[in-house]
């Protein structure tokens, strides 16, 4: 799931000066799950314009915003409202709300900032493990992501500064390759970890990327 | 004689460690270097250490070549991406610079300008690789090299980890990608050098204990609370806080503690780190009983 985060109220307005007629847009999935961009946060962000003396035409919960047909559809039936809005705010992700700005000819604000790609570990907490880095190496480290858990990315094993199994740069998060090495340990599979690692092939994750699915 | 020819003839290596300065100002570093001149087989130049922005390890390190000592250009992954670690390794070779030293590099959330990016495109093992396949005529994408560099190479370890076999497995990894040399973090407890050169077993490479004079207690308790890898035992912190001069106690426990390290023949060398107080160097190499390096 892509984890979201509302913006600054402060900073929404400051996108929004001179526009006064807003729609709102949010979606179903992330968004919601992050309760950032679902009917009830639309509503209450509805409350706040109202507060701030903006009109608030109409609202839509795409399903998903990132699904550019779906999206399209759903925005059709709203032509008239859209082009009685000064600006769309997005509560989505960047690619929900990149999605909604490809489509409509009003300016498209995000309500939100994106964090990363992350685990719903339960209701309200969310934590990364993946960086979508083109070629997954978990098959040789027991199912952890060194290169999102581990601050530094490595490739070849712990800095020096791992304390009592716990990173250096955050000492709440545990060291990637602590657990790496135990885990592979109890796995039996400590030979994996010899291996020379050569850097990363970075072509792989170089933006922006496309993925088709041959028929 | 140099450091390789040192350690791999069996003698006893010392080094010393120097940050380049923040500005354009060399004088200290230099007064600094010339001071241990004759004295230590190496110096090494810190890569931006603490993610600090410096003058650089090259830049200090030619300056070092300049002034007729050997440095150690320390070289770390934090702010270079491959490319710039191939150039930065070919311009060492170019100006004189023998011994390089890989290390991953300190996050930059710990620096002075904590909001840069850390590139970490290559761990210490990586630019070991990326060293050797330079030193074998060819850049990392198989690509020929006008003129070849030739290095010593070194890195680090930490003898008091948790869990220790990963930091031995790791040390594995290093030496077989082309670390003849190891510089430790700072030991002050014997007993734990000992486990862990015990534990070493038959791991081959140059170890050189690194030892960092204290100034006073409160710099022990610091130490032993935010460095990681770092235990200061209680009785040397009583010893420094009943001293009437802390700095020359602190060089009297290091003098004692290289010495044994010696006389025991634990290891093949020392690197003495004296984090800003590198004046005090040749007076702790005085205090010590060691050969003449020159
Ligand atoms: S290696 Fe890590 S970042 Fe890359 S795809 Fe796998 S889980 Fe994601
Ligand atoms: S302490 Fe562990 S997780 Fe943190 S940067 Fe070092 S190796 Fe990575």
């Known amino acids: 799931m892509v984890i979201t985060q509302p913006k600054p109220f402060s900073e929404?307005?400051?996108?929004?000066?001179?526009?006064?007629?807003?729609?709102?847009?949010?979606?179903?999935?992330?968004?919601?799950?992050?309760?950032?961009?679902?009917?009830?946060?639309?509503?209450?962000?509805?409350?706040?314009?109202?507060?701030?003396g903006k009109q608030v035409t109409g609202y839509a919960v795409l399903d998903p915003s990132c699904n550019k047909l779906q999206a399209r559809a759903t925005l059709k039936k709203q032509k008239q409202v859209l082009d009685s809005s000064d600006a769309i705010l997005c509560m989505a992700c960047g690619d929900g709300a990149q999605t909604v700005a490809g489509l409509v000819n009003v300016p498209v604000y995000p309500a939100n900032d994106t964090m990363f790609i992350g685990e719903v570990e339960r209701i309200g907490h969310f934590s990364e493990a993946c960086r979508a880095c083109g070629q997954c190496e978990l098959g040789w480290t027991a199912g952890i992501c060194p290169?999102?858990?581990?601050?530094?990315?490595?490739?070849?094993?712990?800095?020096?500064?791992?304390?009592?199994?716990k990173c250096e740069v955050n000492p709440e998060n545990d060291c990637a390759w602590v657990l790496i090495y135990k885990r592979l340990k109890e796995l039996n599979e400590l030979d994996q970890f010899m291996e020379i690692k050569s850097p990363k092939d970075y072509s792989k994750a170089s933006n922006p990327r496309r993925v088709t699915v041959g028929k | 004689m140099g450091l390789k020819q040192k350690l791999e003839s069996g003698g006893f290596a010392v080094?010393?460690?120097?940050?380049?300065?923040?500005?354009?100002?060399?004088?200290?570093?230099?007064?600094?270097?010339l001071a241990v001149k004759g004295m230590v087989d190496a110096v090494n130049v810190t890569d931006f250490q603490s993610a600090v922005v410096r003058a650089s390890s090259l830049g200090a390190a030619a300056i070092l070549v300049?002034?007729?000592?050997?440095p150690v250009m320390q070289i770390t992954g934090r702010d270079r991406n491959r490319i710039a670690i191939q150039g930065e390794l070919l311009?060492?070779?170019?100006?004189?610079?023998?011994?390089?030293?890989?290390?991953?590099?300190?996050?930059?959330?710990?620096?002075?300008?904590?909001?840069?990016?850390?590139v970490f495109e290559m761990d210490s093992v990586n630019i070991l690789q990326v060293a050797r396949t330079l030193m074998g005529g060819k850049d990392l994408a198989g690509n020929d090299l006008a003129g070849t560099p030739d290095f010593y190479l070194g890195a680090?370890?930490?003898?008091?980890?948790?869990?220790?076999?990963?930091?031995l497995l790791k040390m594995k990894k290093k030496i077989q990608v082309g670390a003849r040399f190891f510089q430790t973090q700072a030991v002050f407890?014997?007993?734990?050098?000992?486990?862990?050169?015990?534990?070493?077993?038959?791991?081959?490479?140059?170890?050189?204990?690194?030892?960092?004079?204290?100034?006073?207690?409160?710099?022990?308790?610091?130490?032993?609370?935010?460095?990681?890898?770092?235990?200061?035992?209680?009785?040397?912190?009583?010893?420094?806080?009943?001293?009437?001069d802390r700095v020359k106690e602190g060089l009297k426990i290091a003098a004692e503690f290289i010495n044994e390290v010696r006389q025991q023949k634990l290891c093949d060398g020392i690197h003495i780190m004296a984090i800003g107080a590198e004046e005090n160097?040749?007076?702790?190499?005085?205090?010590?009983?060691?050969?003449?390096?020159a």
């Open chain 2, 91 to 118: 311009s060492a070779s170019a100006l004189g610079i023998k011994n390089v030293l890989a290390l991953t590099g300190d996050h930059p959330s710990f620096g002075d300008n904590p909001q840069a990016k850390g």
């Open chain 2, 189 to 244: 407890d014997i007993e734990l050098f000992k486990k862990f050169i015990t534990a070493m077993g038959d791991i081959d490479a140059k170890i050189l204990v690194g030892v960092i004079p204290l100034k006073s207690p409160g710099m022990a308790n610091y130490m032993n609370k935010n460095v990681p890898g770092i235990f200061v035992p209680d009785e040397i912190i009583e010893r420094l806080r009943k001293s009437q």
């Open chain 2, 15 to 33: 080094t010393t460690e120097m940050a380049p300065p923040k500005g354009t100002d060399f004088k200290r570093f230099k007064e600094c270097a």
């Open chain 2, 156 to 167: 680090s370890v930490t003898p008091v980890y948790d869990p220790m076999e990963l930091q």
């Open chain 1, 12 to 52: 929404i307005l400051q996108f929004l000066e001179g526009k006064k007629n807003i729609f709102i847009t949010g979606c179903s999935l992330c968004a919601t799950s992050c309760m950032t961009g679902g009917e009830k946060e639309i509503l209450a962000m509805e409350q706040k314009l109202l507060e701030e």
């Open chain 2, 281 to 293: 160097v040749p007076a702790l190499l005085e205090m010590c009983d060691l050969d003449s390096a």
């Open chain 2, 66 to 70: 300049e002034e007729g000592l050997e």
């Open chain 1, 147 to 165: 290169i999102t858990r581990c601050a530094k990315s490595l490739l070849n094993g712990p800095c020096g500064g791992s304390r009592n199994g």
